[in-house]
């Protein structure tokens, strides 16, 4: 049976993946590809007969788009981890920050590089150092997941060059220097209060053991967290895998804001391409494992780098499932009922905006399509505010934050990278973007009205 209204086969397809993931605790793979096919069954827009091979382009779509990043981030963080490289950078971080605030360190360094660079690929890059800090601190794992979370999820989706921000400044019409000073205004101290205010609340009331992800066991963090400095790689070579993909990515941003065509938007747009740009991370951070942990033996490399791009093909599994679930609930045309059921409810127009960007984000997954569907459905009602249409653009901005769950693939990347359970992803992602969301919209609100911008 199918149904026309797209609120029955969304409730649906959240009642099955509750009860095959929580109440059956089948692996989240096996779960979200049962619960994407459940939600094709029951709704009108996807033929019967379709339905399986709607699910498999929707997998492949996403496969597309984070194989290769997800392989070689698996690369990087296990040969980072086994070489030392981690720890290193640990080590000048805490050198600055005092261990007390080593926090703040992660923090920064998520809100920074969130702004060219695409979340999902922050996150790959900085978990490692995440817990790496927890193998030497023997703390924090809980504060920093969260830190980590809060800093690179407020300038993805607040502050252009990046893609999200940028559609929607265009959208709205609004100022791009204007945008970007005050997406980054908000965006500090919203994940200043989610990442460290709540960070350490949760913090103190439980924090997670280290468990083996990306390939890197817990007791070889360990042991690295022991070593002298003279056996780790210099700090140079420790932040390169970092630092080369995060310049070539912003490369490519910077070159195709600034100039339209020719051969160095070529380069840039062959260098900066996340496939490209972390595979060539993962060669420099291979190298150095290679030199430092192997002595010389290239069959015990070739076995290293197996296992993690072992390590890497669970977590593209199980990612791509979770963005297969979200594009059925999209194809199933939730985000749109629900949408424009909202836009003559009588609400201000920057409430109305976050809440329509909330709801689309809760039914189908990403934060992206919430923001960009958010922008697009109020543009033609901006000309109704009083104030600067940049304070609409943050309210969108905020909406397309919150209670992410099951749907986004963004939810399975940080537990299994971070090496976390769902609920605990839940405790530190899921709980921070809600606060920043609704904190954020409060911020709006307040800000708009101090200072309209008019």
Do not use: C
């Amino acid at each position: 049976m199918v149904f026309a209204n797209p609120l029955v086969p969304f409730l649906i397809g959240v009642a099955a993946v509750v009860l095959l993931l929580v109440r059956l605790k089948l692996p989240a793979f096996v779960g979200l590809i049962i619960a994407a096919m459940t939600i094709g069954v029951f709704t009108t827009e996807v033929p019967f007969g379709d339905v399986p091979a709607e699910v498999a382009s929707s997998f492949g779509d996403v496969m597309v788009s984070i194989g290769i990043p997800i392989l070689m981030a698996a690369i990087i963080g296990k040969t980072l981890m086994d070489s030392g490289a981690a720890e290193r950078i640990v080590r000048g971080f805490l050198s600055l920050t005092g261990r007390e605030r080593s926090e703040y360190a992660l923090l920064g360094s998520s809100y920074v590089l969130s702004i060219p660079v695409f979340f999902d690929n922050v996150f790959y890059l900085l978990a490692p150092l995440g817990r790496s800090m927890k193998a030497r601190t023997g703390v924090k794992l809980s504060l920093y997941i969260s830190v980590l979370a809060a800093g690179a999820l407020s300038t993805h989706m607040l502050v252009p060059p990046t893609p999200g921000p940028l559609a929607m400044a265009d959208e709205l019409g609004v100022d791009l220097g204007i945008a970007i000073l005050v997406g980054a205004t908000l965006a500090l101290p919203s994940s200043a209060l989610a990442g460290i205010v709540y960070g350490r609340f949760l913090h103190s009331r439980e924090d997670f053991p280290l468990r083996e992800a990306m390939g890197a066991t817990a007791e070889n963090l360990r042991k690295k967290a022991e070593a002298d400095l003279s056996e780790l790689p210099s700090l140079f070579e420790s932040l390169l895998p970092i630092l080369l993909p995060v310049v070539l990515i912003a490369s490519n941003t910077i070159a195709g804001t600034l100039y339209e065509g020719g051969t160095l938007v070529a380069a840039t747009s062959f260098l900066g391409d996340p496939n490209f740009a972390l595979t060539a991370a993962a060669l420099t951070s291979a190298y150095t494992f290679y030199r430092l942990e192997t002595g010389g033996d290239l069959d015990l490399f070739n076995t290293e780098l197996t296992e993690a791009i072992k390590s890497g093909g669970n977590i593209i599994a199980i990612t791509a499932a979770g963005g297969t679930f979200g594009a059925m609930l999209a194809a199933a045309g939730v985000g749109e009922y629900i949408a424009g059921g909202l836009e003559n409810m009588g609400l201000g127009l920057l409430v109305t905006g976050w809440l329509i960007a909330a709801i689309v984000r809760v039914a189908q997954g990403s934060g992206t399509v919430a923001i960009l569907t958010g922008a697009s459905i109020m543009a033609p009602l901006a000309s109704g505010l009083t104030v600067n249409p940049v304070y609409l653009m943050m309210a969108v901005g905020f909406g397309g934050m919150i209670a992410p769950w099951f749907n986004d693939s963004g939810f399975w990347i940080i537990s299994e990278t971070a090496g976390i359970t769902p609920m605990e992803t839940f405790k530190t992602y899921g709980a921070v973007a809600t606060i920043m969301s609704t904190s954020g919209l409060v911020m709006v609100l307040i800000m708009s009205t101090l200072l309209p911008l008019n």
